[in-house]
């Protein structure tokens, strides 16, 4: 394969709460996510709203990278990796969220790992909220219900900014913002907003307003960054599955378009500043009242992203002649008209592998706002076997990871796409997001514990490991 340009970012990408553990450790209060049960494919967590004694909450301990990290980023300097992607659990810096005063042993904690990182001649690449909201903030609060939430993050954005301001360029402000127009699957509206929708409340409004308060409390985010260090790239992250139309028909076009708008309204905003004329109209439509101040257009104006970070891990197709009952399926993004792609196998979860996909997202994204891209998720969870000698043969990993990379070279060198990096999601393997299991595991580092926190926490490293240290090593070259 032809080289990628100078200075790619060749990474991993992690989030605090599925890989930190010490979840009350250091003055850390919970968080949303400390409430979430494991669940399996196709069984929802549960999310108990307080801490049972007899329920099982796998981000507790996690992998314990809290006590560990120099033994684990040892081992991500040993891969090669130039960044790392990982993000601040805002419920170790601000325990209930909303003190005056930030938590001091959080702040060192975070000091210690970014000195550690770049110690080894890697860049940490920083998510401000990857579904860490503190618990109180949902429970006394509504979580971006209330737009007092919003303030206090801006007030943990400040905070961040100022105190690693000469470690960390390279931020983002909200994780995957979009998963929440799924309204169907209740744990979306939860991890990213810290929002439970009541009875008789219609879910897309409540979305809408909700996002209303992040999308603001981003802007003003970005615009508080920059007056911190003008050096700063700060970047908004989403989650994108393109939708394909299932055939020519020019309805299947149509509906597909349209249905694409759900994944364009959050880059829309934080891109260009302002709300897209579609989701203007569908307001107006449905009679939704969106929580706008006098001056919120400004704020949308005046902090717009450096670049757009996304996760890409799958597409889907709509058939405009079809309606099914998708509620709760998360692969299909709960679209009534989803259905299977003829052309594209999926993982044993169900994801469909679509290296060609990637290609297609980075053309879309960069025709359409023209900055920097960044794919800061790609990824294959599947169960591996760790073997008698301590090996982990993993080709059906390699594989994947392989062809997106050849995929998203075209769309750098052919296309030309200003694309700066690369960081393949799981790098370790961590508790998963949507089920709560380690037995999906996407590392390329394997860590010896089960889906009900039994094991010795030892890491091993799989074929992956060595093949992603050449990579990186020939700048993608040697594929
Ligand atoms: C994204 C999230 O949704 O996908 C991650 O940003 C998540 O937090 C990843 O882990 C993969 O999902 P899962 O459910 O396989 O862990």
Redesign the pocket.
Same mark, same amino acid.
């Given at each position: 394969m032809a080289k990628l340009p100078e200075g790619f970012l060749w990474g991993g990408a992690l989030?605090a709460h599925?890989f930190e553990g010490g979840w009350n450790a250091g003055g850390k209060g919970p968080s949303v996510v400390d409430v979430m049960t494991a669940g399996a494919h196709g069984v929802p967590r549960k999310i108990t709203q307080t801490i049972e004694a007899d329920e099982f909450y796998p981000n507790h301990e996690a992998i314990d990278f809290y006590h560990r990290y120099k033994e684990d980023i040892a081992l991500f300097a040993e891969m090669g990796l130039k960044c790392l992607r990982t993000s601040i659990g805002w419920s170790r810096i601000f325990p209930k969220g909303d003190e005056a005063e930030p938590n001091e042993a959080g702040l060192q904690f975070y000091d210690d790992v970014f000195d550690e990182l770049l110690k080894h001649g890697i860049e940490p690449v920083i998510t401000l909220s990857? *579904?860490e909201m503190p618990l109180h903030l949902a429970r006394e609060y509504g979580g971006f219900r209330s737009r007092k939430v919003a303030d206090y993050f801006v007030k943990f954005a400040e905070v961040c900014f100022g105190r690693y301001k000469d470690k960390v360029k390279y931020w983002m402000t909200f !994780?995957?913002i979009n !998963?929440q127009m799924d309204v169907h699957n209740p744990l979306f509206l939860w991890t990213n907003s810290g929002v439970t929708v009541k009875e008789g409340e219609d879910a897309k409004e409540v979305m809408y307003q909700v996002a209303h308060h992040e999308l603001v409390a981003s802007a003003l985010a970005v615009a508080k960054g920059k007056a911190i260090n003008p050096e700063f790239q700060i970047g908004a992250m989403v =989650?994108h599955v393109p939708i394909y139309p299932y055939s020519c028909n020019p309805e299947d076009i149509m509906l597909a378009e349209e249905e694409m708008r759900q994944r364009y309204f959050f880059p829309d905003v934080h891109v260009r500043g302002y709300y897209p004329s579609y989701a203007l109209k569908e307001f107006e439509r449905k009679g939704y009242q969106i929580p706008f101040q006098e001056g919120d257009e400004e704020i949308l104006r005046n902090g717009t992203v450096d670049y757009l970070g996304f =996760?890409y891990?799958m597409s889907t197709t709509v058939k405009s002649d079809i309606q099914q009952d998708h509620t709760g399926d998360i692969i299909n993004g709960a679209l009534p008209n989803g259905v299977a792609n003829p052309y594209i196998k999926a993982s044993d @979860?169900g994801w469909a592998i679509d290296p060609t996909g990637l290609r297609y997202t980075l053309n879309r994204f960069y025709d359409r706002y023209q900055i920097p891209l960044f794919i800061v998720?790609n990824g294959f969870?599947a169960v591996d076997t760790l073997e008698a000698d301590g090996s982990i043969h993993d080709p059906e990993r390699i594989a994947y990871l392989r062809s997106h990379i050849e995929e998203l070279e075209k769309a750098v060198n052919y296309d030309g796409v200003d694309l700066m990096g690369y960081t393949p @999601?799981?790098i370790i393997d961590i508790v =998963? *997001? &949507? &089920?709560g299991e380690m037995k999906?595991r996407?590392g390329m580092i394997y860590v010896d514990r089960d889906n009900e926190g039994h094991g010795s926490m030892k890491r091993y490293k799989k074929d992956s490991f060595a093949w992603y240290h050449k990579v990186i090593e020939t700048n993608g070259e040697e594929l």
């Open positions: 989030a599925q990857h *579904f !994780n995957e !998963n =989650s =996760s891990y @979860w998720e969870g @999601w799981g =998963s *997001f &949507t &089920t999906k996407y």
